[in-house]
């Protein structure tokens, strides 16, 4: 039997969220238990964001090479390039590997305790740790407790994970690349991924029970990935459901009219949701005010308990690691007494397709719903000198300002490269930034970014380059 531990703070779950938490609740003095049972870096790190975008960036290179080999514009001239798909995923593993070692040494360096194991939480103020050696129960007493257990892949009952089943998981570590992929739903994950594959040469189609891809997102946003969808021989089953699976015959389908037809595949992708892990730890047991399916938390991430803390993806959407991160950080310097709620004007998000689609606090459609008396103006990349040189002269920026006084209220975005504009998006949301104060201020010559400032300029009726 080991000691008790007692500490003042003790994190279930080791992603972004808590680990965060963690490290600045470290930082701030607060003794810190985390408890992770699997590696450090959650989903994010291990699972997520960094093998996901690292996948796009060796799929993009791929495409870029058969391009230069079937005869480039540009002049360059190459052979056809192969593909070890081996080393792409021990690439990728070892850039994995960088950041969860990097972030055990952020928390070593913080003074955290890290445990390995399996946390079940046995009352609002006791945990049990279940070591993966089968060594004995280690219990942790705390005065906070703080839950980041994130979330995990939904499974379409009639196709479980498993074998040819992938999910996303699996499609980030593949053994051999498949002839023909069938990757169900078209939300920011199946799209990222099925991008990548079809660009690494698979044959990828594609089935979404909506009408349209991407569809949480504005449609005028999400058309040019529409088009460059279908550009890449991305094959598009809109308004389908899936009945199930076969390896005979493969993914069977049923479209809008009632047609049932079956998509040939050698593996299937499916991505059609996470969800927030709220079982299996004993947090029944808290009985805490839930919301649908996730933890309900207020605007200084409290559960219904005392001195029980939700971040992350288990308090429900937007289910994003940079949101994880900053309710980590929130609830860490709370109980070192600061003065913080998590009230962020906007949190931006973004889809890696290809092109990439941004949105950061409100389209014109949201703000009018708000009540908002709005103007917006686009800038296209058809008119940035930059995207030009870059061969990627599709999609636009837009601003949404509030009429009376310019305010930015949202920024929106699709192009090559846009990810890299959140931070200018965000920063102009969060402080207040006026149209004039974007159209006003240098921005360096030839960037995508002179997109943001014409897109400002625009809105106020003297763009200069369009
Ligand atoms: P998680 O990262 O899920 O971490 C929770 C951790 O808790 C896990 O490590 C788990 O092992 C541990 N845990 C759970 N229960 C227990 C227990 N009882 N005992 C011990 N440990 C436990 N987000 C973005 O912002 N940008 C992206 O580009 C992006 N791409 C993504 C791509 C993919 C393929 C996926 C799947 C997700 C992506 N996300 C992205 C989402 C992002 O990964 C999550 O929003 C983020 O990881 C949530 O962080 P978290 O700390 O809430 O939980």
Same mark, same amino acid.
Not at 169 to 194: F, K, M, N
Not at 313 to 335: S, Y
Not at 352 to 370: I, S, W
Not at 420 to 444: C, K, P, W, Y
């Given at each position: ?5 007692t500490t ?8 972004? /969220?808590?680990? +965060?938490a963690?490290?600045? $609740?470290?930082q701030? &003095?607060i003794?810190? @238990?985390?408890v992770e049972?699997?590696? !450090?870096?959650?989903?994010c ?5 960094i093998p996901?975008k ?5 799929a ?5 090479a ?10 360059i ?7 070890d ?9 070892g850039i ?15 003074g ?8 079940t939480?046995?009352? /609002?103020?006791? +945990?049990?740790?279940?070591? $993966?050696?089968?060594? &004995?129960?280690?219990? @942790? ?5 703080? !839950? ?9 009952p009639?196709?479980?994970f498993?074998?040819?089943i992938?999910?996303s998981t699996d ?12 990757v169900?739903g ?15 040469g698979?044959?990828v ?5 909506a009408?349209?891809v ?10 040019p990935?529409?088009?460059?969808l279908?550009?890449?021989g +991305?094959?598009l ?7 199930g ?7 069977h389908v049923?479209n809008?009219?009632a047609d049932?037809f079956a998509?040939?595949?050698d ?11 709220t079982a299996g730890f004993?947090?029944?047991s ?5 919301a649908?399916?996730h933890v309900a938390?207020?605007a200084?991430?409290r ?43 906007a ?10 689609v ?6 014109p459609a949201?703000?009018?719903?708000a009540g ?20 990627s002269?599709g ?7 509030r ?10 975005a699709?192009?090559?490269?846009v990810?890299?504009?959140t931070?200018?998006f965000?920063q102009?949301?969060?402080m207040?930034a006026?149209?004039e104060?974007?159209?006003?201020t240098?921005h ?16 106020l ?6």
């Amino acid at each position: 039997e080991k000691k008790d531990i007692t500490t003042k703070l003790l994190v279930i779950g080791g992603g972004p /969220g808590g680990y +965060v938490a963690a490290i600045r $609740a470290g930082q701030l &003095g607060i003794p810190t @238990v985390l408890v992770e049972a699997s590696s !450090l870096g959650g989903t994010c790190l291990n699972i997520g964001c960094i093998p996901s975008k690292a996948l796009i960036h060796a799929a993009e290179e791929f495409e870029h090479a058969r391009q230069h080999a079937a005869g480039s514009p540009l002049g360059i001239r190459a052979g056809e390039p192969t593909l070890d798909v081996a080393q792409t995923v021990r690439w990728k593993d070892g850039i994995v590997q960088r950041l969860t070692g990097g972030v055990g040494a952020l928390l070593r360096k913080a003074g955290v305790q890290v445990l390995k194991g399996w946390a079940t939480i046995e009352d /609002g103020k006791t +945990v049990t740790v279940r070591g $993966a050696d089968g060594q &004995g129960a280690q219990r @942790v007493r705390c005065e906070h407790l703080l !839950l980041a257990t994130g979330s995990e892949a939904v499974a379409l009952p009639s196709m479980p994970f498993g074998g040819a089943i992938w999910s996303s998981t699996d499609a980030l570590s593949p053994d051999v690349l498949p002839r023909r992929l069938v990757v169900v739903g078209a939300g920011y994950i199946g799209l990222e991924l099925g991008i990548a594959y079809r660009k690494l040469g698979v044959e990828v189609t594609v089935v979404e029970a909506a009408e349209r891809v991407l569809p949480s997102y504005d449609e005028e946003l999400t058309q040019p990935v529409l088009e460059s969808l279908r550009k890449s021989g +991305v094959v598009l089953h809109l308004g389908c459901s899936v009945l199930g699976w076969d390896e005979g015959q493969g993914v069977h389908v049923r479209n809008a009219r009632a047609d049932e037809f079956a998509l040939p595949a050698d593996r299937v992708l499916v991505a059609v949701g996470r969800r927030p892990r709220t079982a299996g730890f004993g947090l029944e047991s808290l009985q805490l005010d839930m919301a649908g399916r996730h933890v309900a938390i207020d605007a200084h991430c409290r559960t219904s308990m005392r001195g029980v803390w939700a971040i992350g993806d288990v308090t429900g959407e937007p289910m994003l690691a940079h949101r994880a991160m900053a309710q980590g950080e929130c609830v860490a310097e709370q109980i070192a007494g600061h003065n913080r709620r998590f009230e962020p004007m906007a949190i931006p998000a973004v889809c890696f397709t290809d092109p990439e689609v941004v949105v950061v606090g409100r389209t014109p459609a949201e703000a009018r719903a708000a009540g908002l008396d709005c103007i917006d103006a686009a800038f296209p990349f058809s008119a940035n000198g930059r995207a030009m040189t870059l061969e990627s002269t599709g999609g636009f920026v837009r601003v949404v300002a509030r009429k009376d006084n310019h305010l930015i209220v949202g920024w929106q975005a699709v192009g090559r490269g846009v990810s890299e504009l959140t931070a200018a998006f965000g920063q102009s949301i969060e402080m207040g930034a006026r149209l004039e104060d974007v159209a006003h201020t240098i921005h360096a010559h030839p960037t995508l970014g002179e997109a943001v400032q014409e897109a400002a300029l625009r809105a106020l009726g003297r763009a200069v380059h369009i």
